[in-house]
């Protein structure tokens, strides 16, 4: 059973940015692929980016691409989220997630899922 614990949420002013931070524990974390996922209000939740294990590999939903950046330390066992230039619409929980498969850009495709962090951009 991996647990996944999220940080660094906060509120922030549009242009500004913010460091996401989820640490795992409880399982061998380099053999999962991890997510992050957001759900603004009255939304569903969707995908935002995503790191394969060897961390060469990642994806991002194309509103965020350009701005945020996806990173993993396996020895640390933690996944980042860099997100620059913050917007507005941006506003939402965030979720770490963590897959064995692949990990593609699908809430179904993730086994684990941390508990959320708050995001809020004000313009």
């Known amino acids: 059973q991996v647990q996944l614990v999220e940080s660094g949420g906060g509120l922030v002013q549009a242009g500004g940015s913010l460091r996401l931070s989820c640490a795992a524990s409880g399982g061998t974390f380099s053999r999962y692929a991890m997510g992050w996922f957001r759900q603004a209000p009255g939304k569903e939740r969707e995908f935002v980016a995503v790191?394969?294990?060897?961390?060469?590999?990642?994806s991002y939903a194309d509103s965020v691409k350009g701005r945020f950046t996806i990173s993993r330390d396996n020895a640390k066992n933690t996944v980042y989220l860099q997100m620059n230039s913050l917007k507005a619409e941006d506003t939402a929980v965030y979720y770490c997630?963590?897959?064995?498969?692949?990990?593609?850009?699908?809430?179904?495709?993730?086994?684990?899922w941390g508990q959320g962090t708050q995001v809020t951009v004000s313009s």
């Open positions: 790191i394969r294990w060897s961390g060469g590999s990642t």
């Open positions: 997630a963590a897959a064995i498969g692949l990990g593609i850009p699908s809430q179904y495709a993730y086994d684990y």
